[in-house]
């Protein structure tokens, strides 16, 4: 883990305005074809963005520090000093994912200094960005493995069993990068520093488009987690082996994938089967083995339960009378966020007026705001996506709603760190 140096007094003159940020960081693991994202963990793509994030840090006379989690952190004063407040997002994506979803939290917060500072505010606490490791989680499965590592919600033994397609743990992968992994671990010395941590994200949703709204603050995240379903058949030819003599497991997978959209309508919720793995995987061949890897998320944690309970039963019962095997492992899971309430209230305060409050409102979106939410105070400002589009190249923001959400963002780090 490094000690960040001490930072100058003054930033360079040659600070990127918010849009200059913007055209560097575009074009890095962009497909040419898609347009979509591939910046997955601990690849060039990552250290290019890693690169992006360093340089920004740099250019504003930040101490800049990797920590023990391969996090990173730009601070502005002491960063032993205490009752900090951080800021930033992550720079990752999922496959094909979308330009804003991550990055436009930690442009905007290099952006949202550089306000503070045209302002001439005066910090009366450490001030930090930071970009957390792996927050989508292409890679390795599991999402906020940074974050995770950092609040102690993953262990060693759980972190080193990580592997992503082609068989690399996620040691391994840290070390090919240049990261010595030796120490990863809980870092309760670095949350014990933090006073309050805002992230800024885009929306993931539509709700402040249908309210008019630039901006909005963050009032909880729902349950969600991801689980595993393996369902093991017999491999066999597709040309001779007559139909009632298969044991075909690709049958009551799609059984179990319409059965998780019947049952999230019960209650509300939501279920996605968007990940498959099929052996042997041959056009004329019946699988094997079919690997379906289920997200579900609701308002509440009876609700998920629910739904989650209805489709594995779903699942079992075509499984069974086809004669197919299944077993269903939950690989990852969290529980319901409500954001610290006196935090939530405070940003909702700084950013409404006597006109008009802030709207505050739920997200099904996993964050690192979410994670460390259990160990420190946290809080999320949302900007608006027009269409609501998440995960997918169509994902965007207006430039307009992007400076709000930088104006809002530093009008809360004013609040926060200058009073």
Avoid at 35 to 41: D, F, L, N, P, S
Avoid at 102 to 118: H, I, K, M, T, Y
Avoid at 172 to 186: C, L, S, V
Avoid at 258 to 276: D, H, N, P, Q, S
Wanted: charged share 20%; net charge negative.
């Amino acid at each position: 883990m490094s000690v960040p140096s001490a930072p100058s007094v003054t930033p360079s003159p040659n600070v990127p305005s918010f849009q200059q940020m913007w055209r560097e960081l575009a074009p890095v693991g962009r497909d040419s074809g898609s347009h979509g994202y591939r910046r997955y963990a601990w690849t060039p793509a990552d250290t290019d963005c890693r690169a992006w994030f360093r340089e920004q840090a740099e250019l504003r006379g930040l101490a800049y520090e990797l920590d023990r989690n391969g996090n990173q952190w730009a601070w502005l004063g002491d960063p032993l000093a205490g009752d900090a407040v951080v800021t930033g997002s992550h720079l990752d994506s999922v496959p094909e994912g979308g330009a804003f979803d991550g990055p436009l939290g930690v442009v905007s917060s290099f952006a949202a200094l550089d306000e503070l500072r045209a302002r001439e505010a005066t910090f009366s606490k450490p001030l930090a960005i930071a970009n957390f490791g792996d927050e989508e989680g292409a890679r390795f499965g599991l999402a906020c493995v940074g974050s995770r590592l950092t609040a102690g919600q993953l262990t060693l033994d759980q972190a080193h069993a990580l592997r992503d397609a082609d068989g690399v743990t996620l040691p391994q992968a840290m070390e090919a990068a240049g990261h010595d992994p030796a120490a990863i671990g809980a870092d309760p010395e670095r949350l014990a520093r933090i006073g309050a941590f805002v992230e800024l994200h885009v929306e993931q949703g539509r709700a402040l488009d249908l309210s008019g709204d630039a901006v909005g603050v963050a009032s909880a995240i729902w349950p969600h987690g991801r689980w595993r379903f393996d369902f093991r058949g017999e491999a066999n030819h597709a040309g001779t082996t007559r139909l009632a003599d298969r044991r075909d497991p690709m049958l009551s997978y799609a059984e179990t994938v319409l059965a998780a959209r019947r049952e999230a309508a019960i209650v509300g919720a939501l279920a996605t089967f968007g990940k498959v793995s099929v052996e042997p995987n041959g056009v004329n061949a019946i699988p094997s083995l079919v690997r379906g890897w289920l997200d579900s998320r609701a308002a509440d944690q009876a609700s998920l339960d629910m739904v989650v309970a209805g489709i594995e039963a779903a699942a079992r019962e075509s499984a069974e009378a086809a004669g197919i095997e299944l077993s269903v492992v939950r690989e990852s899971f969290t529980p319901v966020v409500d954001f610290d309430h006196a935090l939530r209230e405070e940003l909702a305060s700084l950013l409404g007026t006597d006109a008009r409050s802030v709207p505050v409102l739920p997200t099904g979106a996993g964050h690192d705001a979410g994670i460390l939410s259990g160990s420190i105070p946290t809080a999320m400002l949302f900007v608006r996506n027009p269409t609501g589009v998440s995960h997918s190249p169509a994902e965007s923001a207006e430039e307009d709603d992007c400076a709000a959400g930088v104006l809002a963002l530093a009008d809360v780090l004013e609040g926060l760190a200058c009073g």
